[in-house]
């Protein structure tokens, strides 16, 4: 087969045709050499010449897009008007994520990107209004296939399982013989060690004292007091198998060619490390990350996440890209952001601070005036008020009851006054305060 590519340096005004390809696994059907089959053989039927290629290997359509570098890429050359033609094997090699699929058929759309299906049975895209329903339905059924495919995968690692036929992933001890049928075979030494530390462990010895034995007699292999104590408690060494499918109850099952420890030693040991409880570790005091959700990586575009880490004594926390695994250490990078915002604000400070102080000024003393006025206009009234019923309370003609109303008047009219001229001597204050910080901020 022979790939036929536009030679040398494509001219800024000339659009680009791509193919992009996509397979779940290293066994897929569609497989990656297919598909650019598929595209090189449609490519010479419409006369296209293939720009550029763009390559997604072992992963799932149901990934985000933001996990998938060659498709992401696409994207990117797509939203920068870049691409023309687009030849793709089918729909679900773009996403089996039904509305990821309508964003990207959008996009396709609007960007005026002409998309080739180079599959013979993919029906091809239409753009209208009646052709987006179409990609609706469309992408709802490619979503289904895909849920029907990992419940199919599901029931098939289960029904295996259960027959016998597949124990899964094995511990120390085991290996696989792909070159006689994936039979499974026991490795002798590495039983014989295994043999040996359960023999310790009954006898009494501690998970330090086996992991230390572990350590001379097989140093090729890193032995924790973590990883000793899950050897020892694996029930896979007396053939017994559980197996956890996400959505699925825990399965278990007999797989007696795998048992190398006798069932009443098993259990001698898990009695012996329930009586001495694993030394958990204190958790890593908690840090308050300043920068969480403020930092990016330069070269991935990707927000870094605050964490740490303990090794040994030593507690260290940083700030991590989590897709390049690039990272900078707390301390160093807060302290830099702090000093350089406090100079940045001290520059601001110096800089704007009269133009800011008179801006200040200006609008709450405009503010305090009108406050003032209203209140002075209050007083006004008030006074008027009180001038008026003390001299009908003094020299008008009224019944006893009818002077006790206009004495219980007087008073609630003197209060207000009082009110009213507390209010006005704060309002004065406050001016006289604005009036003042011109000459203080020269003294600051």
Request: charged content about 30%; proline content about 4%.
């Amino acid at each position: 087969m022979f790939k036929i590519h536009r030679v040398g340096p494509t001219r800024g005004d000339i659009l680009k045709t791509v193919a992009y390809y996509r397979r779940s696994t290293n066994i897929q059907e569609h497989s990656l050499a297919m598909q650019e089959h598929k595209a090189y053989n449609k490519a010479i039927q419409e006369g296209l010449i293939i720009d550029e290629e763009y390559k997604d290997d072992a992963i799932s359509g149901k990934s985000r897009i933001d996990d998938r570098r060659a498709l992401k890429h696409l994207i990117e050359e797509i939203e920068q008007n870049k691409i023309k033609n687009l030849l793709v094997y089918k729909r679900d090699r773009l996403t089996r994520d039904a509305i990821q699929y309508i964003k990207l058929y959008r996009l396709f759309r609007d960007k005026n990107v002409n998309v080739i299906f180079t599959s013979d049975d993919e029906p091809p895209i239409q753009n209208s209004p009646v052709g987006e329903l179409i990609e609706i339905l469309l992408a709802a059924m490619v979503e289904r296939e895909g849920q029907q495919i990992v419940e199919r995968i599901k029931a098939s690692i289960e029904s295996d399982f259960l027959a016998g036929k597949n124990p899964g992933t094995l511990p120390f001890g085991y290996s696989v013989d792909r070159d006689n049928g994936n039979t499974i075979r026991q490795n002798e030494d590495e039983v014989e060690l295994i043999r040996a530390m359960y023999r310790l462990a009954i006898e009494g010895k501690t998970i330090r004292e086996i992991s230390t034995y572990a350590r001379e007699k097989w140093p090729q292999r890193k032995w924790t007091g973590t990883s000793v104590r899950k050897l020892l408690q694996n029930p896979t060494y007396v053939g017994i198998r559980f197996l956890n499918i996400r959505g699925l109850p825990q399965l278990k099952q007999e797989y007696s060619q795998l048992a190398i420890i006798e069932d009443d030693d098993w259990h001698k040991v898990q009695e012996l490390l329930e009586q001495s409880p694993t030394k958990k570790r204190a958790p890593l005091p908690q840090a308050e990350f300043l920068l969480n959700n403020l930092l990016y990586c330069k070269p991935c575009k990707q927000l870094l996440v605050g964490l740490g880490r303990r090794r040994g004594q030593a507690i260290s926390h940083f700030y991590k890209c989590s897709s390049c695994n690039q990272r900078i250490e707390k301390k160093a990078v807060e302290d830099f952001v702090i000093e350089s915002s406090l100079i940045y604000v001290k520059s601001l400070f110096l800089t704007h601070y009269p133009k800011l102080l008179e801006r200040y000024r200006f609008r709450n003393y405009t503010t305090f005036k009108i406050r003032l006025t209203q209140l002075e206009r209050q007083l006004s009234k008030v006074t008027r008020q009180l001038n008026y019923n003390t001299q009908d309370y003094l020299f008008g003609e009224m019944e006893p009851k009818e002077r006790m109303a206009v004495e219980d008047k007087l008073l609630t009219i003197y209060d207000k006054i009082v009110d009213l001229k507390k209010s006005k001597e704060k309002v004065e204050a406050e001016i006289a305060s604005l009036n003042e910080l011109p000459e203080k901020s020269k003294e600051l």
